[in-house]
């Protein structure tokens, strides 16, 4: 069986207070920051982002599934290549649709962003000088 060292924490990180920090588990080291650090608890990817894709899954799931079962009988009476190759078509329209809204989206995206561009470079050339005390005694 073989042996743990335990080190100090104040060996390992000299600059982390470590007295108000408490392990998560038994045994474990909990996770430190340094002092006065912050951290960024925001999404890495938009709530929006996310709920387009939770729906073309969806899509891509029910659409190709039911077109199949909703043709097999009542379009194509039974013929279930004709119902299959509908579903597959349908599968594949889903797919160009959520590249077209992620083209769109990032295009959006860009766009948005020189325009924010534009308007702080207009802001900041709208915006007067105050002359000095030495400009307005050089001008009386």
């Known amino acids: 069986m073989a042996t743990r060292r335990n080190v100090a924490l104040s060996e390992k990180e000299p600059w982390t207070d470590h007295a108000d920090s408490k392990a998560a588990l038994p045994g474990t080291q909990p996770v430190l920051f340094p002092a006065g650090s912050?951290?960024?608890?925001?999404?890495?990817?938009?709530?929006?982002?996310?709920v387009?894709?939770?729906?073309?899954t969806a899509a891509m799931i029910?659409?190709?599934i039911g077109v199949y079962y909703l043709t097999v009988s009542s379009v194509f009476?039974?013929?279930?290549?004709?119902?299959?190759?509908?579903?597959?078509i349908t599968a594949n329209?889903?797919?160009?649709?959520y590249v077209i809204v992620a083209m769109r989206e990032d295009q959006s995206e860009r766009l948005e962003q020189e325009r924010q561009q534009q308007q702080r470079d207009r802001r900041q050339n709208q915006t007067p000088s105050?002359?000095?005390?030495q400009e307005s005694k050089k001008g009386q």
Request: hydrophobic share 55%; net charge positive.
């Open 38 to 50: 912050k951290s960024d608890i925001t999404p890495a990817v938009p709530t929006a982002v996310i």
């Open 52 to 56: 387009k894709l939770l729906f073309f």
């Open 62 to 64: 029910a659409g190709p």
């Open 77 to 88: 009476k039974g013929n279930s290549t004709f119902a299959g190759a509908l579903a597959a």
């Open 93 to 97: 329209v889903v797919l160009i649709a």
């Open 130 to 133: 105050m002359p000095t005390k």
